[in-house]
């Protein structure tokens, strides 16, 4: 399984931004499809989920209400509506899938494959 995520870049605050998560190679039907990220100096740390299939969605209480999480199972892509960013946003941004259950979605140590990571940039 390969992850290849894209869309960063570097925005304004109040701006917004969409990052892409393609995913190749072997998918499994019951498999989780996150966000997480990681700023400098800083523990990598959830930021949004959704099973590739269903539609419940699972937010970190830092991006709820300013970021989505959305899929797209024909072309095995997950996506992130990132409006409203803040400065304390910038961060690498990486797209994780693995068979992590509900409960274990929040850890990284939970997924088995990971994209590469795109840094997202807030100037203030």
């Known amino acids: 399984v390969q992850l290849q995520a894209s869309g960063g870049g570097l925005v304004q605050a109040g701006g917004s931004l969409r990052l892409s998560c393609a995913v190749s190679?072997?998918?499994?039907?019951?498999?989780?499809m996150s966000w997480f990220r990681q700023a400098p100096g800083k523990e990598r740390e959830f930021v949004a989920a959704?099973?590739?299939?269903?539609?419940?969605?699972y937010y970190a209480d830092s991006v709820k209400g300013r970021f989505t999480i959305s899929k797209d199972n024909a072309k095995n892509t997950v996506m992130l509506q990132m409006n409203n960013l803040k400065p304390e946003d910038t961060a690498v941004y990486y797209c994780a899938t693995g068979s992590a259950i509900l409960s274990q979605i929040y850890y990284s140590s939970a997924y088995n494959y990971w994209g590469q990571g795109t840094q997202v940039t807030v100037s203030s």
């Open positions: 959704m099973f590739r299939h269903g539609g419940n969605t």
């Open positions: 190679g072997r998918t499994l039907s019951g498999y989780v």
